[in-house]
């Protein structure tokens, strides 16, 4: 997309998106989290960056799946892209739209709201500037975009690298920290935390700059001290020697904004929950042993565990876990890639989160891990590995399907268990796959394929790189 003085007032557009079939209005909004419609079952949508619009290849689509009681309805569906009405901009080659998706109530009018990145968008004569879009929830569906200012619209700068969405301020209102890179040498990137609300017409709150010393820092969000605020785990590459080695911090909300109050171990990836339902949220670090971060890694990976308390995460409490790990399914291998997924939740309703680790390497097809929390935390017990050849789970395990490449935990049919979405990038190469996992079990399990969703099959292993819900 170019985006030009001209399209400013495309961001102000609310029509509405038109979804394959129209949801009825409720009521009332659920306020849930995920719940783009407001009709009290969690949504989920799926990346889809790789995907062709009017004919320009990777110019990139979002396809929003709603749920029902019976999980996300492939039938209930909105495909997103630069050209639906009332989103800013044009859908151009290699734009990328939909490379990065959250969600959050940003307006705060009980619908949750779905923010896309395009880190390759071009602004004005800046190449891969990078463009941030809200896309408003509401009672048909989401509806009307805006784009969030991008505060140096740079060459290569890749506003909407990545996007975490949470009340890091403890004011209610949610705010959005981005990844970008910016014009200094000695520190290139930069996260930009902007502050709610945030408004149709565009206005936001403050805007503050971090330098967090690490290359392409991936963001997630979550509330490890227990307090109001939420915190933020940045993981991405340390930019020292010859060879940038995987890394991680932790940046504590506070009602200034963040402060970074913490380097944590080795990782490229995150997720935070209450592991141990102590009142702190957990961190889980995965260092799925990428020969390309990590060259000296003969392990298939493994994720480190860093239990939380008052003052953010804990400097005694932490533990590190392989496949080789007694009580874990299987065992390591080189490439299994074991932690380059990870996703927390309730799965089984006895209020501990629960943890579910994929490794799309694993075996080569890919495998899913689900360890369950407890009063001391993660535990082995009863853990279990679910592959396409796991009884229930459908499909077959075949090379290069990448099972377990993205994961995503929310209740989506709303039964009080949190269920699992997950993607196999590689499935049916290039298109990709998602499964519904309810409960994270084969039991009742069902996945449908791009086409199922509009969308064409010509994914290039892009179908579901992010999820939202």
């Known amino acids: 997309m170019r985006t030009r003085t001209s399209l400013l007032a495309a961001a102000l557009l609310t029509a509405a998106l038109t979804p394959l079939t129209t ?77 990065q998706v959250a969600a959050a109530d940003l307006n705060r009018d009980g619908y949750c709201d779905l923010i896309v990145g395009a880190q390759y968008e071009k602004a004005g004569e800046q190449e891969h500037a990078g463009t941030v879009v809200v896309v408003w929830g509401s009672a048909s569906g989401l509806s009307g975009g805006t784009t969030v200012k991008n505060p140096q ?8 690298l990545s996007i975490a969405a949470a009340d890091f301020t403890g004011d209610g209102k949610p705010d959005l920290a981005i990844s970008a890179q910016s014009d200094s040498g000695t520190s290139p990137y930069r996260i930009r935390l902007i502050r709610g609300p945030f408004t149709k017409s565009g206005t936001t ?44 911090a932790y940046y504590r909300g506070t009602s200034s904004g963040l402060s970074k109050a913490a380097s944590l171990r080795t990782a490229s990836t995150a997720a935070i929950g209450d592991l141990d339902k102590d009142g702190y949220g957990d961190i889980v670090l995965g260092n799925p042993a990428d020969p390309d971060t990590e060259p000296s890694a003969s392990t298939g990976g493994k994720i480190h ?45 006895n209020g501990y989160g629960d943890l579910a680790v994929g490794a799309p390497g694993d075996a080569d097809p890919g495998s899913i891990t689900l360890l369950k929390g407890s009063s001391s935390g993660l535990t082995t017990t009863g853990a279990v590995r679910l592959t396409q050849d796991s009884a229930g789970v459908p499909g077959t395990n075949e090379w290069g399907d990448g099972f377990g490449a993205t994961l995503l935990a929310s209740d989506v049919n709303r039964d009080g268990r949190a269920d699992l979405t997950a993607i196999g990038v590689g499935e049916n190469s290039p298109a990709g796959a998602a499964w519904f996992l309810p409960k994270a079990a084969a039991t009742g399990s069902f996945t449908f394929s791009p086409t199922k969703l509009g969308l064409s099959t010509a994914q290039g292993g892009a179908f579901g790189v992010d999820l939202a819900g």
């Open 23 to 99: 949801t009825p209005a409720s009521a009332a909004p659920s306020g849930l989290q995920g719940d783009f419609n407001g009709d009290g079952y969690r949504d989920v949508a799926i990346a889809a960056p790789a995907a062709a619009v009017s004919g320009k290849a990777w110019a990139g689509q979002v396809a929003v799946v709603y749920g029902t009681a019976s999980g996300p309805d492939p039938a209930k569906r909105t495909v997103i892209s630069q050209n639906t009405a009332g989103i800013p901009g044009t859908a151009e080659k290699d734009d990328q739209f939909g490379d």
């Open 153 to 160: 619209p740079l060459y290569g700068s890749y506003f909407g």
């Open 205 to 248: 709150g403050a805007v503050s700059s971090y330098a967090p010393g690490i290359d392409r820092p991936l963001l997630t969000a979550g509330r490890v001290s227990g307090d109001t605020k939420a915190d933020l785990v940045v993981t991405g590459l340390k930019p020292t020697g010859d060879q940038p080695l995987a890394t991680a």
């Open 305 to 349: 565990v860093i239990y939380g308390t008052g003052s953010g995460p804990s400097s005694t409490r932490r533990v590190s876990l392989t496949q080789n790990t007694a009580g874990v399914p299987d065992s390591s291998a080189y490439g299994d890639e074991f932690g380059r997924a990870l996703a927390i939740g309730d799965f089984d309703k």
